[in-house]
């Protein structure tokens, strides 16, 4: 594999670009224990979107990690997870908003979120507050009991863990470094990714 970029996102920050199919997407956790929002879109049809619903049902598992695929929600292949040193990660909760931290945080000040990350940065393709979808919650460690019940816990990765993932078509995707204090143990950390060639 052949690096042709690298960068580093800000704690509570995030940064979105595109990735051609055939390209390789690493997203590291340089200290360990930092969550990374990630969602996708199609580059020819922005209605084309990295779906959790789709990704479940076809994986056969609420665990998405190495050796599965991640579906648009019209059923096709975005993306092939080709490594997960960590292996634990999230599909099931959605981007922390400005609403998450008053809703369960009772906040009153502002507060930076990954749902304003994502926007923000996805805002020069046109991609509207109101088109993020779920994202693949990356390093995050939401556990889940027999009757139901959830819990955010704190992420397991270690620091270097890291993910790669293979883009099977052309997309547009933003990554974050999570605002929320429970997801990331108390700790505002930055996230890496870079991109590869084979
Ligand atoms: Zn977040």
């Given amino acids: 594999m052949k690096r042709i970029d690298m960068q580093k996102i800000l704690p509570q920050s995030g940064a979105a670009f595109e990735l051609k199919k055939g390209q390789i997407l690493k997203v590291i956790d340089p200290e360990g224990e930092q969550v990374s929002d990630m969602v996708c879109f199609s580059a020819d049809d922005k209605r084309e979107w990295l779906s959790s619903g789709k990704t479940l049902d076809y994986c056969n598992t609420l665990l998405i990690t190495k050796g599965h695929n991640l579906y648009s ?44 990350n994502l926007h923000t940065n996805l805002s020069k393709w046109d991609i509207k507050p109101d088109d993020i979808p779920v994202a693949f919650n990356i ?29 099977e078509m052309d997309l547009i995707i933003c990554l974050t470094a999570c605002s929320a204090e429970q997801s990331n143990n108390y700790r505002f950390k930055p996230i890496e990714f870079e991109i590869h060639e084979k």
Avoid at 79 to 89: A, F, H, P
């Fill in 139 to 167: 390093f995050m460690n939401v556990q889940f009991q027999q009757n139901g019940e959830i819990s955010v816990e704190p992420p397991l990765s270690k620091a270097g863990d890291f993910m790669l993932f293979e883009a």
């Fill in 73 to 116: 929600n019209r059923s096709r292949i975005m993306m092939k997870i080709l490594e997960d040193t960590n292996g634990r990660n999230d599909f099931l909760l959605a981007p922390c908003s400005p609403e998450t931290f008053t809703i369960i945080y009772k906040d009153k000040e502002y507060h930076p979120s990954c749902f304003e």
